[in-house]
């Protein structure tokens, strides 16, 4: 079968069109971490004072921790004070009021990634905010989501114009002490994305957030807020791409989801950073918290993750299902090729009464890489009648990469269900041939399989993402290949 | 436990060094002392270890348990009650009998066992009897090391006896082989190291079976198991320590080309109770790795599993069941890993839990490691409740409901009991089974 290995081989491969670099005037500040570092950093960032002293508290409690060392990827010890906490593109005195102001260069760099963030334009059905280095440097249909009631912007505007919003959500979910890249977020965070969806409102458009790393040399470190008040509902969509460098670089994002009563929060990831090259050289860190808290009765939130970037991948998106009745749903592909590695999974923490979580993880591994499940399904005691339904499959594709499954199951309720189900296998040459006998080529053959394997996780993206996604994955649409 | 403060096991190993067996052999001598300068370092597996993720065996330290020595072959049993030590031996079996850690020739029944296969002490076989001492050197530690967990180097450092059984090629033994272990004084700690190898062709059953009076003590015990090519062994492990014990049992197996190596392991008793079971395999062999666990009280049972699927065409099957009642806690770690030269490899994993009551808690971490792309690999894992769709059917059938639970409870474990293919064994595990399941309707005529 080496002709449809070869065909395998070629869908895989396909070059990384986002590697460019754009060139810009930046604010940059010099390599290194400490005090004085986050002092500079809150004023920059014109934050009020509590943000400072919350800064400076998670620094102090992140220097006393260790990088952890559990998951099951290998890369060398990252130099802290090598990085470069803050770069924004220069601006002027207040920064951008309207898109005209905004440096053209950022402008064509979104452009040629296929995010218009002129409103005008074709994907007038999304509102983007668009994350370039440490900066939000526009966030589109302001205007419309306020008639909503949405508050849709820059967290740093957020700490500014939203206060208490802030300080009653802020680290409730994802706390400075939960982990080394929570606390190192907590401390020197530089912008993200803040969501308040008011009771009862249905969010009139899809939310989003574009995140480009573009200057050597810096760490990316965003923090998300989005919070859904009693009966509301919210889909947000976040992509991320990043030039081609030989360096590694850091991404160490924290987001937090609050579910209020009611509500329904539908948070879907594209994931493609740089990977790396062949050899493995450079590619972005992605070292990830993200977390869920359905704190009211009958909340919802759905994760949906396509990864296929990033040289290592760790992030497991959680859903803590406080409130009774409350839903937790992940659904993932992780795609890892050459020398990528992906640790990624998710957490359901049951807690309250008939609780409902859905695990589909679907990981493709193909060249050297190395991909891992680990996921966590906790049922309390006081999560009566719970549900947890979780399948991984794994996809292997040629025969030096490895896939990896490791659940842990905690229950402590005996009115519970809990189902596990795990299969790792390479595409059957039964499939291939059967295709191939109905007149398929190869190549139509694998993309066919491949992508009835990951079917059950891009129906749940929205119809925008679910093209990009499955053009990431080098496949075309199911439809064309009959 | 903590690394600082050096284990109080430690401070005393000098104390009874000079009384271990196999003082005069060098290997082993450095071997004791790696293993006690890894274990000094180190002290019992802590929470933190990923592998002992669910399992504190913290207390051990605190209890300070101490080894029973100054008998070797004959260690005095008239405290032990002889009825009771007769009911632990079964009928069909040659039976040796390992009293606090020590191999106990007087209770043991080998008659009509043929001259080629050896039972003995290993002891007495690292002493030279029958000249076994080099194959002693060349297994021993061989498949486990010390690097594997703390309480390996303990095992090793600390063992003050075992048994040796050799089944020579060709050999297909006639009657299984029973390992009793008892442990008749409270606070003693037994540390018995076993080798059993299985030779090319040959074929054989062993029963491992754990007993105490009912005191707190601990065994700590590993067996290590070659099963050579197309060698034959099954391995059944019955624990039914005293409720108060600690037990750590570690079965190491490496099968060879062609080799079949199944095991089953029922894990009654004990307060604390741990069992490993690593197996390693070559080309073309098979393993099948079968469990039950039925705890009540505070019994907290661990089992961890490792399959290393090292060639191709290799076949693993597994099937792990657990009934937790009251305040108990069941365990269950399984791991397969297939290496990136064992193509064709076929493994299934399975865990099944049943909850019946609010304070008890299953645990469960199955894991698959694979690094070879043509495989077939499953694992799957449920916690849960009977099947109320079956409680109704069963009423429809005029059973009340209680009865009807007590039916599929017993059914649930009963599938494990009835793979053991010894009589004598199957209506022991049998007896050992309905005695956890003391409500009406059990014991009847459907049985």
């Known amino acids: 079968m080496s002709a449809s290995t070869q065909e395998i081989n070629n869908l895989i491969n396909k070059s990384y069109k986002q590697g460019f670099v754009t060139e810009l005037e930046t604010d940059t500040f010099p390599v290194g971490l400490d005090e004085a570092v986050i002092h500079k950093l809150s004023k920059v960032k014109n934050e009020p004072e509590f943000m400072l002293e919350y800064r400076l508290k998670a620094f102090r409690h992140w220097q006393t921790m260790k990088s952890p060392e559990w998951a099951f990827v290998k890369f060398d010890p990252i130099d802290y004070q090598a990085i470069s906490y803050y770069s924004a593109p220069k601006r002027k005195e207040d920064g951008p009021k309207s898109l005209d102001e905004i440096d053209p260069e950022v402008l064509a760099a979104y452009k040629k990634l296929g995010i218009p963030l002129d409103e005008q334009e074709k994907l007038a059905g999304i509102a983007v905010d668009a994350v370039f280095d440490s900066v939000s440097v526009a966030t589109t249909f302001k205007g419309k989501l306020k008639d909503a009631g949405v508050i849709f912007c820059p967290i740093s505007e957020a700490l500014r114009d939203h206060p208490e919003l802030i300080k009653q959500y802020l680290g409730s979910v994802v706390p400075h002490t939960d982990n080394y890249f929570a606390a190192l977020n907590a401390a020197v965070f530089t912008d993200g994305s803040f969501v308040y ?84 050289k450079g590619g972005i860190y992605n070292f990830v918290t993200k977390r869920a808290d359905c704190r009211g009765d009958n909340a919802k939130v759905s994760w949906t993750q396509v990864e296929t970037g990033s040289a290592i991948t760790w992030k497991y998106p959680s859903c803590i299902l406080t409130g009774d009745n409350a839903i937790g749903e992940f659904y993932s592909v992780a795609l890892t090729n050459n020398y990528q590695q992906a640790d990624t999974g998710t957490k359901m923490i049951h807690i309250g009464k008939n609780t409902r979580s859905t695990i589909v993880s679907k990981g493709i591994s193909a060249g050297k890489a190395q991909n891992t499940y680990r996921g966590l399904v906790k049922v309390l005691k006081s999560a009566e009648n719970a549900r947890n339904y979780t399948q991984c499959d794994s996809l292997l594709v040629g025969d030096k990469c490895g896939a990896h499954t490791f659940p842990y199951i905690e229950v402590k309720q005996p009115s519970a269900q809990v189902e596990h189900e795990a299969t790792t296998s390479k595409i059957s040459e039964d499939q291939l041939f059967f295709c191939q006998q109905r007149g398929l080529s190869a190549e139509d053959a694998v993309s066919m399989i491949v992508n009835g394997f990951c079917k059950e996780v891009f129906k749940e993206l929205p119809m925008e993402f679910a093209v990009e996604a499955q053009a990431l994955l080098g496949l075309s649409l199911e439809g064309s290949v009959g | ?183 008749t004084e409270a606070d003693a700690m037994a540390t018995t190291r076993n080798l059993v190898i299985v030779a090319e062709n040959a074929e054989a059953q062993v029963i491992e079976t754990f007993a105490g009076l009912n005191d707190a003590y601990l065994t700590a015990t ?134 019946l009551s609010n304070e008890a808690e299953a645990d469960t971490k199955p894991q698959l490691e694979i690094y070879a792309d043509d495989v077939k690999c499953g694992h799957g894992v449920t916690v849960g409740q009977l099947d109320e769709k079956s409680i109704f059917y069963l009423q429809s059938r005029c059973v009340d409901e209680e009865t009807a639970r007590n039916m599929l409870t017993f059914a649930f474990a009963n599938e494990m009991v009835d793979k053991i293919k010894i009589k004598s064994l199957h209506d022991k595990v049998l007896e050992q089974v309905l005695a956890r399941f003391p409500q009406e309707g059990v014991e009847k005529d459907w049985l």
């Open chain 1, 197 to 280: 969806i008011p009771k009862g409102v249905r969010c009139p458009m899809e939310l989003s957030t574009y995140f480009r790393i573009n200057a050597a040399n810096t760490g990316q470190f965003e923090r998300t807020l989005i919070i859904a008040d009693e009966g509301s509902h919210v889909s947000y969509l976040e992509g991320c791409t990043a030039p081609m460098r030989d360096e590694n670089q850091l991404h160490a994002a924290v987001v937090e989801l609050i579910a209020l009563k009611d509500a329904t929060i539908k948070y879907s990831t594209v994931q493609n950073w740089y990977p790396g090259d062949k050899e493995g």
């Open chain 2, 1 to 183: 436990m903590s690394t600082v403060t050096t284990s109080r096991y430690v401070t005393e190993y000098d104390a009874i060094a000079a009384k271990l067996p196999g003082q005069n052999l060098p290997w082993l001598q450095q071997l004791r002392k790696d293993a006690l300068a890894r274990f000094s370092a180190n002290g019992f597996p802590s929470p933190r270890e990923e592998e002992w993720r669910y399992t504190n065996v913290s207390a051990i330290e605190k209890k300070l348990f101490s080894p029973v020595l100054g008998f070797v072959s004959h260690p005095n049993l008239q405290t032990v009650d002889a009825d009771w030590l007769k009911s632990q031996q079964l009928e069909d079996a040659w039976s040796v009998v390992l009293v606090n850690g020590h191999f106990s020739i007087d209770h043991s029944k080998l008659d009509g066992l043929p001259e080629d296969i050896s039972i003995m002490s290993i002891a007495d076989a690292l002493v030279g009897a029958k000249n076994f001492s080099p194959l002693l050197e060349t297994y021993l530690g061989r498949a486990v090391n010390i690097a594997e967990h703390s309480l390996i180097a303990f095992n090793t450092a600390w063992f003050t006896d075992g048994v040796f059984v050799y089944v020579p090629a060709k050999q297909v033994l006639a009657k299984p082989i029973q390992l009793l272990n008892i442990v």
């Open chain 2, 222 to 355: 590993v067996t290590e198991v070659f099963v050579d090519q197309n060698a034959q062994l099954t391995l059944y492990k019955l624990q039914t320590e005293s409720e108060k014990a600690y037990h750590f049992g570690g079965t190491y197996v490496k099968q060879a080309k062609d080799a079949r190596f199944t095991h089953h392991n029922f894990a009654f008793g004990g307060l604390l109770a741990r069992c490993d079971i690593h197996t390693e395999l070559d080309q073309a062999s098979e393993c099948e790795l079968n469990g039950l666990y039925l705890g009540v009280k505070r019994q907290h049972l661990d089992n961890h599993t490792r399959i290393n699927h090292l060639k191709p065409h290799a076949i693993s099957r597994e099937m792990y069941k657990g009934v937790l009642d009251d305040r108990a806690r069941g365990v269950f770690q399984g791991r397969v890993i297939v290496a990136e030269d064992a193509q064709k490899t076929d493994s299934l994993m399975n865990n099944r839990n049943l909850l």
